[in-house]
C-alpha cells in the first residue's frame, strides 16, 4: 500500500536554530500534504496544507513566518522550524493524500511516523 | 465548526474484556467518519471509514458503527496487542480532517 516516509524521527535542536522535516510519499505523488501537531495526549491539530507547486494555506494561530512549508515536488514536502525555541517542542505529523480519489475516503490519506522535535 | 468529541479518555480492561469506545460528533453535513490507531510515537493507522447512519464495518476484534450524533468502536475479546490510543476523525468537505483527542486502551494480560 502507500506509503509516507517522515525524516528525522527525533531531532533535538538548540534554541535560536532552524531545522527541517521532510515528509515524503514513496509510491505515490501527492500534490496535497497536510502537516499537524500533536502536544501529548492531545489530538492532531492541522498546521498547514501543503499544496504542490504554490504557497502552503496555513491554520489560524499558526505562524507562516515560523513555520515554513514548501512542497517543491510531487513527492516531497518539507517543514522548517525557523529560530526554534523550547515550546516548540512537539510531536509533528504529516499525511498525504491520493490526487484523483475523494477526499472522504479515509484511506486515501496515509500517515508518516511522525518526527519528534525537542528544542534545548 | 466541526467538532469531535471521544470518550472516555482512557480505558483499562482485562485480556478478553469487551468494551466499547465513543466518538461523538457535530459537524455541518457529514461525509465520512474515520478510526485511527495510533501507537506511543507513531503517526495514526487507518482502520474504518463510515459514512452514513446504520453503517458497520469489522476487522479482526474491532467493529466500528455510525449514528447520526455519534459512532462506536466496539472491541471484542481484546488482547493486549490492541493496546493503542484511538482517534475519531470528520470530514465534512473542507480539505483534510477534524480529530477528537482520543481514547488510550491498555489491555492487561
Known amino acids: 500500500g502507500a506509503v509516507v516516509s517522515q525524516h528525522p524521527s527525533r531531532v533535538i535542536c538548540k534554541s535560536g536554530t532552524s531545522v527541517k522535516i521532510e515528509c515524503r510519499s514513496l509510491d505515490f505523488q501527492a500534490t496535497t500534504m497536510f502537516w499537524y501537531r500533536q502536544f501529548p495526549k492531545q489530538s492532531l491539530m492541522l498546521m498547514a496544507t501543503s499544496n504542490e507547486g504554490s504557497k502552503a494555506t496555513y491554520e489560524q494561530g499558526v505562524e507562516k513566518d515560523k513555520f515554513l512549508i514548501n512542497h517543491a515536488s510531487l513527492t516531497l514536502s518539507t517543514l522548517t522550524v525557523t529560530s526554534a525555541h523550547p515550546e516548540d517542542s512537539s510531536f509533528y505529523i504529516c499525511?498525504?493524500?491520493?490526487?484523483?480519489?475523494?477526499?472522504?475516503?479515509?484511506?486515501?490519506?496515509?500517515f508518516g511516523e511522525g518526527s519528534w522535535l525537542t528544542v534545548v | 465548526e466541526d467538532q469531535v468529541t471521544q470518550s472516555p479518555e482512557a480505558l483499562r480492561l482485562q485480556e478478553g474484556e469487551s468494551s466499547s469506545l465513543n466518538c461523538s460528533y457535530t459537524v455541518s453535513g457529514l461525509r465520512g467518519l474515520f478510526w485511527y490507531r495510533q501507537d506511543p510515537g507513531k503517526g495514526p493507522e487507518f482502520l474504518f471509514t463510515l459514512y452514513s447512519a446504520g453503517e458497520e464495518k469489522e476487522k479482526e476484534r474491532l467493529k466500528a458503527t455510525l449514528t447520526k450524533k455519534e459512532s462506536f468502536l466496539h472491541i471484542t475479546a481484546p488482547k493486549p496487542e490492541d493496546s493503542a490510543t484511538y482517534l475519531c476523525a470528520v470530514f465534512s468537505g473542507y480539505s483534510t480532517l477534524t480529530f477528537g483527542k482520543g481514547t488510550m486502551l491498555l489491555v492487561s494480560p
Open positions: 499525511s498525504a493524500r491520493i490526487p484523483g480519489q475523494a477526499v472522504g475516503d479515509g484511506n486515501t490519506i496515509y
